[in-house]
């Protein structure tokens, strides 16, 4: 018995120890699986939440570049436009075309330019040897004409070398420099660029250079104004110097005789990065995080003269491990709490060798359970991605709004209507089956046919009218996009429009009273007549009778021989005398405060007088108010160019 026992001893002891030999191997296994697993959902959790916070960074970035590209394009763009519209005035072209150009004509409308028109410091013209012959300085709005012995040599300076080699109809944008007067740089600085349009004998007139001085000062102090604590944005030009920067001592570094402030010098290997890509986001370097574009001043019809400049966000190195640590913190708690859970699950298996299957069942299911907040967790990653997509697309159909809005204006009486009528005949019908129920009379058939005749008449004229004000609303927007010239109605068009307009008509205590019902065929830009109209009644609107009750616009035409005389006729408060004379032109305005531009009746004169080639005229009825006289050939032939 003793051998037996020693027998069974022995085999428990050996079964024991079997048994702990491969408990260990689980406890190790066991143990190895959980670190894992712990480290496998940090290294997960961490990379979702810093893919989060580098992809706000990321719009972020781009956002801010988007944004200072816009208004530098919107500032180049308008710099453009003035030094087109200085370089067709009339009395430069007549002063320029004569044998000895007229200076003080010449320095006229330079100065009146300099009034008219923000942000400018100087306007000159030069003549083909660099000398300035007329020269008008500009500051805080205040003009000075510069005297002939005041006037320098201009000859050796870079922007009028380079001016010179760009033809017209081209336009020359300088690099972005500090302005400098008589060899001394301005102070404050004041960030200036040159734009410049050669004048040239092929046109019949003196070879030269018109040439405007733009301060860049507002431009850069709103491009400053996009840094954030995050990304801050900076401006560097084509030969890597600092044109903006959150240091400003770094600034203009190779005019103020620092060259060693430099991009280029200081960081080399960045600034070839910069200037190698045409645009880059969010490229890691020396642990910082670095997004930039190239912008080309000029455009390129003058390529052989255009310069760069580069526009670049940077996010600083503490920024950056911030979204670390930020991604860091969250992903060691995650992993203490799994070690944690798990480890705990462990030592209640190691120690209840009976419930050694219940435990790993309790194991399995929790993992299962962690799995599940994964899958839940890139589940709401990927919802959340989709609404950021949908908010995109949201925020490009949000110009579609205001259209959208005057259609569901116009279109919901008729719509209403047909729906009144709707009702009404559902209900008639509901009267005619319970009539059938209880016996049809043939009083109740007579009332159900005469109610559902009457019904059907009033959804038919509905749905006819809501269809109208649809087909009228395509029209017009078909006629404002197409180019070409067209056979067209002119009552169609008027129609068209004050429906259109009809919701901001309707806020209006004004009246427009619509007189032109004979069919006019005209062949023409309908799109152009229709945006000749809509100015001349917002026009009114905005100046005439706006603070007037009872208010009345008046639309009329009439053919005269080959020609539709249309006259614009309202009873406000007529035009100022001193603006009379000078209605037509550019910049002209007496809501300046308000905001406008002064260019909504010089862009109706110059679609009348050259596209569709009419003629315009103003008349102050002795009754008071303002008439609009418009006449257009009946048939025009088709322009290469337009306004």
């Known amino acids: 018995m003793n051998t037996s026992v020693s027998r069974i001893d022995t085999a428990q002891a050996s079964d024991a120890q079997e048994w702990q030999q491969r408990f260990n191997r689980k406890r190790l296994t066991f143990a190895a699986a959980l670190v894992l697993f712990a480290l496998l959902s940090g290294v997960m959790l961490y990379n979702t939440i810093k893919e989060e916070r580098t992809t706000a960074l990321r719009e972020q970035h781009e956002e801010q570049i988007t944004l200072a590209v816009i208004d530098i394009n919107r500032e180049l763009g308008d710099i453009r436009n003035i030094l087109r519209l200085l370089s067709t005035d009339s009395d430069i072209l007549d002063s320029l075309s004569q044998p000895s150009p007229d200076i003080d004509r010449i320095a006229t409308v330079f100065n009146q330019f300099g009034r008219a028109v923000d942000h400018l410091l100087q306007v000159r013209w030069l003549d083909s040897r660099g000398y300035e012959r007329v020269r008008v300085n500009i500051n805080k709005g205040k003009t000075e004409i510069v005297t002939a012995s005041a006037l320098q040599d201009k000859s050796n300076r870079y922007y009028f070398q380079s001016a010179m080699q760009v033809l017209p109809p081209n336009i020359y944008i300088s690099p972005i420099d500090l302005n400098i007067e008589n060899g001394q740089i301005v102070k404050p600085f004041q960030p200036v660029v040159r734009i410049g349009f050669q004048t040239t004998d092929a046109d019949g007139l003196q070879p030269g250079v018109l040439m405007i001085n733009y301060d860049l000062t507002t431009l850069i102090a709103q491009i400053r104004a996009l840094s954030t604590e995050h990304a801050e944005i900076m401006l560097v030009d084509a030969w890597g110097n600092w044109l903006e920067h959150p240091n400003t001592d770094l600034e203009w570094g190779a005019l103020l005789g620092q060259p060693k402030h430099s991009l280029k010098l200081t960081d080399p290997q960045l600034w070839s990065r910069i200037s190698r890509e045409k645009s880059t986001i969010l490229q890691p370097y020396n642990g910082e995080l670095y997004s930039s574009r190239r912008i080309t001043l000029s455009s390129k019809d003058a390529p052989e003269v255009a310069e760069n400049v580069y526009m670049v966000v940077c996010t600083p190195g503490e920024m950056v491990k911030d979204i670390q640590w930020a991604a860091l913190q969250p992903t060691l708690l995650l992993e203490l709490f799994i070690l944690l859970v798990g480890g705990r699950i ?52 949000s110009s579609l709004g205001m259209m959208v809005a005057g259609v569901a204006h116009e279109l919901n009486t008729p719509i209403g209507g047909a729906v009144i009528a709707n009702s009404s005949l559902q209900s008639v019908h509901r009267s005619l089956k319970q009539s059938i129920n209880e016996g049809l009379s043939r009083q109740a058939l007579d009332n159900y046919l005469m109610n559902t005749d009457e019904g059907l008449k009033l959804v038919d004229t509905n749905l006819k009218r809501a269809a109208g004000l649809v087909k009228s609303f395509k029209r017009l927007a078909l006629d404002r996009a197409n180019e070409e010239v067209l056979a067209f109605s002119l009552t169609q068009v008027v129609n068209d429009l004050l429906c259109t307009l009809s919701p901001k008509i309707k806020k209006s205590p004004t009246r427009i009273t619509n007189h032109i019902e004979t069919e006019f065929t005209l062949i023409g830009y309908p799109g152009i007549v229709s945006q000749i109209l809509q100015n001349l009644i917002i026009n009114a609107l905005t100046y005439g009778t706006a603070a007037m009750q009872g208010g009345e616009i008046i639309l009329d035409a009439k053919l005269k021989h080959d020609w539709v005389v249309i006259t614009v006729t309202d009873n406000g408060s007529g035009v100022a005398l001193e603006l009379r004379d000078s209605l037509f032109d550019p910049f002209v305005t007496s809501g300046r405060g308000l905001g406008h531009t002064g260019l909504g009746l010089h862009l109706v004169h110059q679609w009348v007088t050259d596209l569709m080639h009419g003629r315009i005229s103003v008349e102050y009825p002795d009754a008071g108010g303002t008439r609009f006289v418009i006449e257009l050939p009946q048939q025009i032939e088709a322009r290469p160019q337009c306004i």
């Open 346 to 397: 462990l030592c209640r298996d190691f120690s209840m060798q009976n419930s050694l299957h219940d435990l790993t069942q309790t194991l399995e299911h929790e993992k299962h359970e962690l799995k599940l907040l994964n899958d839940e967790l890139d589940s709401s990653l990927s919802r959340q991605q989709l609404l950021q997509n949908e908010l995109v697309e949201t925020r490009k159909l």
